[in-house]
């Protein structure tokens, strides 16, 4: 079992920037992705960011130099750096881990961009 618990979202003025947060817990193998993805009110999910055990990291060409992706393998943590943030930047926004084939998810944080 893998649990995954994020933390960061809010409330923040366009322009501002968050921290998201991704703590894995459970069996977590050596090699894994982690990343974010995130959703709006009559949209489909769609990837943010995502990284490797290793550090390699790809991110959506929406957020492409604004948003930051970087995880501590030490901790099983992954984290989202959110800056220069647009209304159109608001949704729910999810953790993920992929490892040996299957995906889990966390619960989601909303984040909400005001303008």
């Known amino acids: 079992q893998v649990q995954l618990v994020e933390s960061g979202g809010g409330l923040v003025q366009a322009g501002g920037s968050l921290r998201l947060s991704c703590a894995a817990s459970?069996?977590?193998?050596?090699?894994?992705?982690m990343g974010w993805y995130r959703q709006a009110p009559g949209k489909q999910r769609e990837l943010v960011a995502i990284i490797t055990s290793g550090g390699r990291s790809h991110s959506g060409s929406s957020v492409k130099g604004r948003f930051t992706i970087s995880r501590d393998n030490t901790k099983n943590t992954v984290y989202l750096q959110m800056n220069s943030l647009r209304p159109e930047d608001t949704a729910v926004y999810y953790c993920?881990?992929?490892?040996?084939?299957?995906?889990?998810w966390g619960q989601g944080t909303q984040v909400t961009v005001s303008s």
């Open positions: 993920n881990l992929f490892q040996a084939g299957v995906d889990y």
């Open positions: 459970g069996s977590i193998f050596s090699i894994n992705n």
